[in-house]
């Protein structure tokens, strides 16, 4: 019931239907505050006394405080419209993007069960972008009623673009049906070769992404089960013409 004058002085969007849901710090001492519906930074906090509070947005928020991740002068995080971007301009002046990074992929994060959006995981690796998150259903159409983070969404800051939007078969090798896959969540670990993406799932098993290049991924559905293998169910969209020759077509208007 009481409080200092000073040092109690951070508010962020008083009196809106807003609240905090994640923090993230940088460089020169500053802290960028995400909530819900707007996004804040706090600077000077070398001498709190002095600290400022400055409204970056108030047009987008933060969904899932594990989806908050720094690569380069960039800061990536899932809000309502998708993966969103914002960018150091100058000297850790920050910037919003105009669109979603997301935007290429926007029937994938149509999709979001925004229900449990929260639970969104994310990680960076090797230029990679990971993003594990609940869709309303499964590769198979059947719905995903437990919610559990069954997409993982990786984006190429090499290429520019989304590289692939991955989830685990729930058909084993022999056609029997297995567990529903979860990424719970998403750590760099390991030295030497063994370093890479690491994933584990709800049954307390520990997988590596990446491993292997033969089609077929290895889990653990099962509390004290067998490893389990599945076939990677791949696909690809071609542009869908021709106009009698495969190069790649350029329209000035239609």
Do not use: C
Not at 3 to 17: H, W
Not at 24 to 35: A, E, G, M, R, Y
Not at 86 to 93: E, G
Not at 185 to 208: C, D, P, Q
Request: aromatic share 10%.
């Amino acid at each position: 019931d009481t409080y200092d004058q000073v040092y109690g002085q951070f508010r962020f969007n008083a009196g809106k239907s807003d609240f905090n849901v994640g923090m993230h710090s940088f460089s020169d001492d500053k802290l960028i505050v995400f909530n819900r519906n707007s996004i804040h930074i706090v600077v000077g906090s070398g001498s709190i006394a002095n600290a400022a509070v400055q409204l970056l947005t108030d047009e987008v928020g933060l969904l899932a405080r594990k989806s908050v991740i720094q690569v380069g002068n960039q800061v990536l995080f899932l809000s309502d419209n998708g993966v969103y971007g914002m960018n150091f301009i100058d000297l850790y002046n920050l910037r919003g993007n105009d669109v979603p990074l997301s935007e290429s992929i926007n029937k994938t994060i149509a999709d979001i069960d925004k229900d449990n959006a929260v639970n969104a995981v994310a990680t960076y690796f090797d230029n990679k972008y990971y993003i594990a998150l609940p869709t309303k259903t499964f590769a198979d159409g059947s719905p995903n009623t437990e919610g559990i983070n069954n997409v993982l969404l990786i984006y190429n800051f090499l290429n520019k673009n989304w590289e692939s939007i991955d989830n685990v078969n729930n058909v084993d090798v022999s056609g029997n049906t297995i567990g529903r896959f979860s990424f719970n969540n998403l750590l760099v670990a390991g030295k030497g070769s063994k370093r890479g993406v690491y994933v584990t799932n709800k049954e307390g098993g520990v997988h590596k992404l990446e491993e292997f290049d033969d089609g077929i991924d290895r889990v653990i559905t099962e509390i004290g089960g067998s490893l389990k293998s599945t076939t990677v169910q791949g696909s690809a969209t071609t542009r869908m013409f021709t106009l009698g020759s495969i190069d790649r077509k350029k329209f000035n208007n239609f």
